[in-house]
């Protein structure tokens, strides 16, 4: 029904401006034919999508290591915390510049860019997460002499369920704006570039046809697979029934 309404709302804009800067729903319609069938839509997407989940990965390892270190230990908490604060303070596109610099037109500028940029924010979910883990719990694993591994897979990560699952959305929301900054940047195909190319051309239409498409694909990994995945890892987790 939103996204009607967005539609609807839309339209009528279109019809009242009547300017090529504002395309109406026909002529978007048309683009995304188009950007499917002659552009690759899905095969550039598929590119950006291998890049966001090698990037969201390093960034994960990294923002679980680092989150349950500091959210057991106060003195680790204190020697990260200002890396995460720079971290969060940097907008993802000096992270896009800089690693096209660094690493010029590779796959490892998108992958370091993304960990970069997503890492400090699911560091911080990750510590929340730790936090709310009850200590009884944490207790008994150190009574009975778990070995690490066993702590992390029988209590760390059901307990953190939640907080993984809410960082897994926010790494792909904050992946989506670092990866097109690089690709526009330092990359010659990806969502990213192509987008670069129907802004070159001063498409309006082809900007918003990749862009629903793109938008179009999240959604679909958001309902199908997080959220399937989310119910089968929760389903033991009562409910209310009032």
Not at 199 to 207: C, D, E, K, M, P
């Amino acid at each position: 029904m939103f996204l009607l309404v967005i539609a609807v709302a839309w339209q009528i804009m279109a019809h009242r401006i009547h300017s090529m800067l504002v395309p109406g729903l026909g002529e978007i319609v048309m683009e995304i034919k188009r950007v499917a069938i002659t552009e690759g839509a899905f095969y550039q997407i598929g590119l950006t999508l291998e890049r966001i989940l090698l990037g969201c990965g390093l960034a994960f390892v990294i923002s679980l290591i680092v989150g349950i270190a500091a959210g057991r230990n106060r003195w680790v908490e204190a020697f990260f915390r200002p890396g995460i604060v720079l971290g969060l303070t940097i907008p993802g596109l000096v992270w896009a510049l800089l690693c096209v610099i660094w690493f010029g037109v590779d796959w490892k500028s998108p992958v370091v860019a993304l960990a970069l940029g997503v890492a400090p924010a699911l560091t911080v979910n990750m510590i929340q997460g730790v936090r709310s883990v009850d200590y009884s719990l944490i207790e008994m694993t150190h009574v009975f002499r778990f070995p690490p591994v066993a702590r992390l897979r029988h209590l760390w990560l059901p307990a953190m369920a939640p907080f993984l699952l809410s960082g897994i959305r926010l790494s792909f929301s904050l992946a989506w704006k670092v990866i097109v900054l690089v690709e526009i940047f330092g990359m010659s195909s990806g969502v990213g570039y192509q987008l670069n190319q129907e802004f070159s051309s001063q498409n309006v239409a082809g900007v918003l046809a990749w862009t629903i498409i793109f938008g179009g694909v999240m959604a679909a990994i958001e309902y199908v697979l997080i959220q399937t995945f989310e119910r089968r890892i929760t389903r033991w987790r009562r409910t209310a029934n009032v």
